[in-house]
């Protein structure tokens, strides 16, 4: 599968623009963990220090050499990825005493703290971001205006700061433009049994 497996999931490159990190993060993601070296990229497994001999004949050597060859993988798809000078010298830099060519899981926190940074300051500007994301214009489909609030939602949950499904429901209900009115009035009626699905 290894070819086949290449051809169908082709790199998608990061523009080093913080509003297209978690789409693009998730998709590499996904691409770590269908080829085989998303516990190296997530610091889950120890990769061994360059230049260390391995017994491959021992199954701690098969694992350790099986670590080396992911971390390989891992960094070079990284680097590959990322175009703009930033995320480039971010990945660029990740390299450590035992790791001189590279350290994926270094590139990946170091990307994560730049892009997704998990600090109260983050906090309150994707706080502030929710609350002012609105549907001023009723050409615009609601569709995108609504997965851009789930997509803030998504990033509030590992600072502690969940949005509740109906506070997510209150939330566009009371931010559509007023052509949507009669709409509203209409779904503001069943908020008690109204699901984000429905909505």
Same mark, same amino acid.
């Given at each position: @599968? ?28 996904? *691409? ?13 497994? !120890? ?7 391995? !017994? ?7 694992? #350790? $050499? ?5 971390? #390989? ?10 175009? !703009?000078? =930033? ?13 001189? *060519? ?6 990946? *926190? ?7 940074? *998990? +600090? =109260? ?17 009723? +050409? $615009? ?12 939602? #998504? ?27 009669? $709409?509203?009035?209409? @779904? ?12």
């Amino acid at each position: @599968m290894g070819d086949e497996a290449e051809k169908t999931f082709k790199l998608v490159p990061f523009s080093g623009k913080k509003e297209d990190w978690h789409k693009w993060s998730k998709k590499f993601l996904a *691409r770590a963990e269908i080829k085989n070296y998303i516990n190296v990229l997530l610091g889950d497994n !120890d990769v061994p220090p360059a230049g260390e001999e391995i !017994d491959e004949e021992t199954e701690e050597g098969a694992l #350790q $050499m099986k670590a080396m060859k992911a971390n #390989q993988l891992a960094y070079g798809k990284l680097i590959l990825c990322c175009e !703009d000078d =930033v995320s480039f010298g971010v990945v660029d830099a990740a390299c450590t005493v035992t790791l001189p *060519r590279g350290s994926a899981a270094k590139a990946w *926190r170091d990307l994560s703290a730049k892009f997704e940074p *998990r +600090t =109260v300051a983050a906090k309150v500007s994707l706080k502030r971001e929710f609350k002012n994301c609105i549907l001023n214009d009723p +050409t $615009m489909d609601p569709n995108e205006w609504v997965s851009n609030l789930e997509r803030i939602r #998504q990033l509030l949950i590992p600072l502690n700061s969940p949005i509740s499904d109906e506070d997510l429901i209150i939330h566009i209900l009371n931010n559509f433009p007023k052509e949507y009115e009669n $709409m509203v009035e209409k @779904m503001e009626a069943e908020i008690e049994v109204l699901t984000v699905e429905e909505l």
